[in-house]
C-alpha cells in the first residue's frame, strides 16, 4: 500500500488544504472495498462510494471516517455515518423524515447539474430547493458538489463552462446560508490539470490507484500487479494445434506454458469471435500482459476460463513459476481472486 499512500499524498501536494475524498466505489475499482479503505483510512479525510450498501459495508467494518454516496440514491438503511447525495426536493423531504424516524441529525450534499446531465438538480430549481430545506429541521446541508463529464485536457471550453456554473451556484448558494458549505468538484483529472477546479475537496479515485488520467505527470506509481502460476510446460510440434477451437497452429516446435488464469478471470473476450463489439470491450479492457521471469509471453490460441496456454520457447520456464500479469484496468478482475495487501 506505499504507493497508494505515495499517490495520495502527492495529490495532496498539489491540492493545498482541499480535503481528500478517497473514492472507493466499484470495490475500489476492483482492488477490494474493506481492505483498500482500511489501509488508506489515516492518510485520507472522506470515502466516496456509489451506494448505501458499499458505504455499510464500509462502516460494519470499522471504518470512522465520513463516507459518502456519491449517486443520488438512498434509502432508510442510511445511517449516522453517511452522508448521502440529494439532487431532487422531494428527497429532500424523505431524508428528512428518516432521520427524524432514527433519532440523528442528518447531513447530505447537494448535487448539482452542471452540463454532464446525469444526476444533480438543474441551476434553477435551487431557490426552492432552498425553500424547503428552510423547514427540515432533522438535517442540514454539508456541502455541494458537481460531476465533471470529461477532462480539461480533453474538453477544457466544456470543463471551464461546468466550472463557471458551479462558481455562480457557489456564489448564489453562499449568498443564502450562514453556515460554512464544503464545495466540490474535481476529480483525478481536474485535480491535476484544472487547479481552479480543487475547491475545499477534491474527489479522487484514478489517481490514487495509480492511474494516469490527467494530461500532467506528477509521479503517481503503479499500485498492484496480479500474479498467476505456470501449471505445466510441454513440448509442442512444427504442425500440431493448441487449445480450444483449433485456432492456433504451431509455424515451429516450442515450449507451451499452461498459465492459471484464464478468460473467467478476467482475460477478456477472448473466446467471442472477432466482432465490433469485442473491439470496442478491448479498448476498454484492454488484455492483460502476461510474464515470466521479467520477460514477456504471448498467450496462444483462445484462453478458457480458467488457463492461458503461453508462448515459453525463449525462456526456461517450470511449474510453479510466478506468471506476473500486467491489467490497465483492475475492474475487469474477477472478485474471487485472492488480493493480498502489502503494508
Ligand atoms: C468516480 C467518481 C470520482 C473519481 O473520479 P476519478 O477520475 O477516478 O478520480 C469523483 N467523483 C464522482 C462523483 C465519481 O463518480
Redesign the pocket.
Same mark, same amino acid.
Given at each position: 500500500m506505499q504507493s497508494v499512500i505515495q499517490n495520495i499524498r502527492n495529490v495532496r501536494q498539489i491540492s493545498g488544504d482541499a480535503m481528500f $475524498?478517497a473514492?472507493v466505489?466499484s470495490n475500489a475499482?476492483g482492488l477490494g472495498l474493506v481492505e483498500f479503505a482500511r489501509n488508506i483510512e489515516p492518510s485520507i479525510d472522506r470515502f466516496?462510494v456509489?451506494n448505501v450498501e458499499e458505504a455499510n459495508k464500509l462502516l460494519q467494518n470499522g471504518i470512522t471516517k465520513p463516507v459518502h454516496v456519491?449517486?443520488p440514491y438512498f434509502d432508510d438503511t442510511v445511517s449516522e455515518g453517511i452522508i448521502p447525495t440529494i439532487d431532487r426536493i422531494e428527497d429532500l423531504r424523505r431524508y428528512d423524515s428518516i432521520c427524524e424516524l432514527k433519532g440523528y441529525h442528518g447531513r447530505f450534499h447537494l448535487k448539482i447539474n452542471t452540463g454532464m446531465n446525469r444526476f444533480g438538480l438543474e441551476i434553477d430549481q435551487i431557490d426552492e430547493f432552498m425553500r424547503v430545506l428552510q423547514n427540515c429541521s432533522h438535517i442540514a446541508m454539508e456541502g455541494v458538489?458537481t460531476?465533471f463529464g470529461s477532462t480539461y485536457a480533453k474538453h477544457r471550453k466544456f470543463t471551464r463552462k461546468q466550472w463557471m456554473r458551479f462558481m455562480f451556484v457557489k456564489d448564489l448558494i453562499t449568498m443564502n446560508h450562514s453556515d460554512p458549505l464544503i464545495f466540490h468538484m474535481a476529480?483525478?483529472?481536474a485535480?491535476i490539470d484544472f487547479p481552479e477546479s480543487r475547491l475545499d475537496m477534491v474527489?479522487?479515485?484514478?489517481? $490514487?490507484?495509480g492511474?494516469q488520467?490527467a494530461s500532467t505527470d506528477i509521479g503517481l506509481l503503479p499500485t498492484y500487479h496480479i500474479k498467476a502460476n505456470v501449471m505445466s510446460v510441454r513440448f509442442v510440434s512444427k504442425g500440431d494445434f493448441i487449445g480450444y477451437g483449433c485456432t492456433f497452429k504451431a509455424n515451429r516446435n516450442m515450449w507451451a506454458a499452461v498459465i492459471s488464469f484464464g478468460g473467467y478471470d478476467g482475460f477478456g473476450l477472448s473466446r467471442q469471435p472477432k466482432s465490433i463489439l469485442r473491439d470496442i470491450y478491448h479498448r476498454l479492457f484492454p488484455k492483460p500482459k502476461l510474464f515470466i521471469h521479467g520477460q514477456p509471453v504471448t498467450p496462444l490460441g483462445n484462453a478458457s476460463m480458467t488457463y492461458i496456454i503461453a508462448d515459453v520457447s525463449h525462456l526456461n520456464a517450470k511449474p510453479g513459476d510466478t506468471v506476473v500479469i500486467k491489467v490497465d484496468s483492475i475492474l475487469s478482475l474477477k472478485e474471487t481472486i485472492e488480493r493480498k495487501y502489502v503494508i
Open positions: $475524498m473514492v466505489k475499482y466516496g456509489s456519491l449517486a458538489f460531476h476529480n483525478s483529472a485535480c474527489r479522487i479515485g484514478n489517481a $490514487m490507484y492511474f488520467s
